[in-house]
Nanobody, 125 residues
Framework: QVQLVESGGGLVQAGGSLTLSCAVSGRNFGIFAMGWFRQTPGKEREFVAAIRWSFGAAYYADSVKGRFTISRDTGKKTAYLRMISLNPEDTADYYC??????????????????WGQGTQVTVSS
């Protein structure tokens, strides 16, 4: 059984930083890509960042470029999202996602079949 467990969310003041982690468990689960998405009430889940597991190529939403960094530890099967210069517009539930299959477009939520439970990030002004 594959599980994605997120951690690292919380309350931070504007201008602050947080690092989210997403650990993948499941024997023989090979990762092709992992992504981070976020969602606020009444809005659709939106892409934040994604990384191709083997080569480490990273992709970002325009709204977070230069502030967020996605990385991975292949040995630990863990992805990270380092967030700096946070602002209240970053407040959301953050979800990590993973998939073992090739997808040309990994910024699309439809590319992922495995999701974490979400972790809340609140940025106060």
């Amino acid at each position: 059984q594959v599980q994605l467990v997120e951690s690292g969310g919380g309350l931070v003041q504007a201008g602050g930083s947080l690092t989210l982690s997403c650990a993948v468990s499941g024997r023989n689960f090979g990762i092709f890509a992992m992504g981070w998405f976020r969602q606020t009430p009444g809005k659709e889940r939106e892409f934040v960042a994604a990384i191709r597991w083997s080569f480490g190529a990273a992709y970002y939403a325009d709204s977070v470029k230069g502030r967020f960094t996605i990385s991975r530890d292949t040995g630990k099967k863990t992805a990270y999202l380092r967030m700096i210069s946070l602002n209240p517009e970053d407040t959301a539930d953050y979800y990590c996602a993973a998939d073992p299959s090739f997808h040309a477009n990994i910024v699309n939520a439809g590319a992922y079949n495995y999701w974490g439970q979400g972790t809340q990030v609140t940025v106060s002004s």
